[in-house]
């Protein structure tokens, strides 16, 4: 086991020397801590193969900090060491997912067959995770080169996803390179296929997918005029691997009758997609049709540009003559409360949407605090602080809530969201659009070559701010910089969480069906 390391986290590490010299002298290098906050930093700034965590120490228990060491290490094996034979116990601790249990006192050689167990496993899951890759290398690009429509995009968008699960929090990560190069030219590919597209189908009566104004009118309202009672569960900026790895949480109360994927509209930004998304209406004709709701999208603008979602769903039930009928936006943990104390009054509704903000808050905290750009370092990061949230969110058990009272549920989202990697130098007028991926004005000055999509912005359903406006959009990584400022921006969002361009983790979203079980 030489080179192997594990951390061991115990108050009474002091009283362990026999037990890590016997360890050292099998191969082992043996880091220590004597509480959670040392052991996280610890995991923040060192790659360690497992984690000996003792259940009862002063302060926070192993327990308490179990969670925040899956969030930094996810597929992390972690044995809980403890005193305690309590049943309950045993039962939480096997719950949050480790991968032992021993009990004291533990003999060295106890310890040294329960890692030698554990890391032999993760060494054959890698090397056949690796094996397995490196043999579907040549067909996964083939399916890249050969993508020309729809379905086979949506298929190889899920193939790199399954691949970049598989190989995440292993020594799999050799592939990493590899994988993260295939990503790369997936997007760069689909960017030019969908620009070529996208306009022509968004204006088709014959579309190949669905689109952001469409949804609603397409599948939920046919379902709630049928009779059954339905929940609209809508998170913002989620994607298709996050909805994966929230899957296993929603089986516990419902079962997944459909699990489809629809194109968010462009820009893949909320002020678009999701008003899109809830009035069943174009940008542009939501603009024309109630100007006075809608909020022009300038640095300067006044007002929240999402404050009249309630205001277009009402139009769009009005249309659809649903007549009971509500709406919530949930922005954190005291308002996730505060919504699943009012469940109670929405019970005789037919059609209950929620807008749940968290991801995106997440997402957007990425750029401005550090601790959360350490923790969601990498989509493997984002997805686990996506898993530990929901599963200590009042929401959880709020679902299963809504299983029990009857109501089918719809989980979607209205876009997702790229890791930003390559500045694009743009310049402008003060009045435009001040978002990363996209720009609306006039005046506009860039390299073509670095634009994913330059349009009419009437073209493809969007409200122009002044004559002339042209719509630009990135593609694949790309985010726009301002020249004169270049240096200062390229570094601060060079990494961050961005939406509203062109890219298959933005527009190839979920879109789920469920019924209690």
């Not at 004169?484 to 979920?510: L, R, T, W």
């Amino acid at each position: 086991m030489d080179n192997t390391r594990i951390l061991w986290v115990d108050d009474e590490v002091e009283n362990l020397k026999p037990h890590i010299i016997f360890l050292e002298s099998k191969g082992f290098q043996v880091l220590t801590a004597t509480n959670g906050s040392d052991a996280l930093s610890i995991l923040g700034e060192n790659i360690v193969d497992a984690v000996l965590l003792d259940e009862h120490m002063p302060g926070q228990s192993g327990l308490d900090i179990l969670p925040d060491i899956k969030i930094l290490r996810p597929s992390l094996a972690i044995i809980m060491v403890t005193k305690s034979e309590e049943e309950g116990l045993m039962e939480q601790a096997i719950g949050e997912d480790i991968a032992d249990y021993l009990l004291k006192p533990v003999q060295p050689r106890q310890i040294l067959s329960s890692l030698m167990r554990l890391l032999d496993r993760k060494q054959l899951v890698s090397d056949r995770s690796i094996s397995a890759y490196q043999s579907g290398f040549r067909e996964l690009s083939e399916s890249i080169n050969d993508a020309d429509s729809w379905t086979s995009w949506t298929a190889v968008y899920k193939e790199l996803i399954k691949w970049d699960k598989k190989l995440s929090g292993s020594d799999a990560e050799s592939m990493r390179p590899m994988l993260d190069h295939q990503k790369e030219e997936a997007n760069r590919i689909f960017s030019r296929f969908w620009a070529e597209n996208y306009s022509f189908w968004l204006n088709s009566l014959d579309s190949p997918c669905d689109f952001s104004h469409q949804i609603f009118q397409n599948k939920v309202s046919p379902h709630v005029k049928s009779g059954k009672k339905s929940v609209v569960l809508i998170f913002d900026n989620l994607r298709l691997d996050q909805w994966l790895e929230l899957q296993p949480f929603f089986n516990e109360s419902f079962r997944i009758e459909s699990d489809e994927l629809y194109a968010s509209i462009l820009p893949t930004a909320t002020q678009y997609a999701r008003n899109s998304l809830i009035s069943g209406l174009l940008p542009l004709e939501l603009s024309d049709k109630y100007p006075q709701y809608w909020v022009p999208d300038v640095m300067d603008a006044d007002g929240g540009r999402n404050a009249n979602e309630s205001f277009f769903l009402s139009k769009w039930a009005e249309k659809e003559k649903i007549e009971n009928w509500s709406y919530a936006k949930v922005t954190n943990h005291s308002s996730e409360q505060k919504w699943v104390r009012q469940w109670t009054s929405k019970k005789n509704d037919d059609l209950v949407v929620v807008v749940v903000n968290f991801i995106d808050m997440i997402s957007h905290a990425k750029t401005d605090q550090s601790i959360v750009r350490d923790i969601a370092n990498s989509d493997s990061g984002f997805r686990a602080l996506t898993h530990s949230w929901w599963k200590n969110s009042p929401l959880r058990l709020w679902i299963e809530s809504v299983a029990s009272d009857g109501f089918d549920l719809f989980v979607t989202t209205d876009h997702g969201t790229i890791s930003a990697k390559k500045p694009i130098p743009i310049k402008g007028p003060k009045n435009i659009s001040a978002n990363m991926r996209y720009k609306i004005g006039r005046g506009l000055e860039f390299s073509s070559k670095d634009i994913g999509l330059s349009v009419d912005p009437k073209s493809i359903g969007l409200p122009s701010i002044v004559l002339g406006d042209k719509a630009v959009f990135a593609s694949e990584s790309g985010y726009f910089v301002y020249p004169n400022q270049y240096n200062q921006y390229a570094g601060k969002f060079e990494g961050s969480y961005q939406h509203g361009g062109i890219s298959m983790e933005e527009i190839i979203i979920p879109f789920a069906q469920l019924t209690p079980r």
